[in-house]
């Protein structure tokens, strides 16, 4: 029952009525606003979660690791150069390139080394280690 449905409002103030019938009015407006909402609120999870699904996921190989310890590096210039050596920035920064062949981890200059080709010239350097994206 609505909060203007007292019978005793209702013998003394008849503009009660009308207020409950304006009270009805905004719950059914309050319902479809609400379910509006829902409907966009479904509509956008189901935008996130198909464009979650188109993500590819890429594998990396590491370089071999020398006789002596080090790890291969790439020499060649690289395509763009980012400011971390974390394994999971370098792979970001990489799976997020248009064209990424691979890419450098240095420790020593805390840099991150993106590669857009096949590197030719590697060399084994222990403060550095290349990552090959690997074909599926």
Not at 39 to 58: D, N, Y
């Amino acid at each position: 029952m609505s909060y203007f449905s007292n019978i005793f409002w209702r013998i003394q103030f008849p503009l009660f009525d009308v207020l409950d019938d304006a009270a009805d009015k905004m719950d059914k407006m309050v319902v479809a606003t609400f379910l509006l909402l829902l409907l966009l609120l479904l509509t956008i999870i189901t935008a996130v979660t198909s464009r979650l699904e188109s993500v590819q996921v890429i594998s990396y190989r590491d370089s071999r690791l020398t006789k002596d310890g080090a790890w291969m590096c790439a020499l060649d210039p690289a395509s763009e150069t980012t400011s971390s050596s974390s394994l999971k920035d370098c792979s970001l920064k990489c799976g997020r390139a248009a064209i990424c062949a691979g890419f450098n981890i240095k420790t020593d200059t805390q840099t991150c080394d993106v590669y857009n080709y096949g590197p030719k010239l590697m060399y084994p350097i222990s403060s550095c280690q290349y990552y090959e994206v690997c074909s599926e």
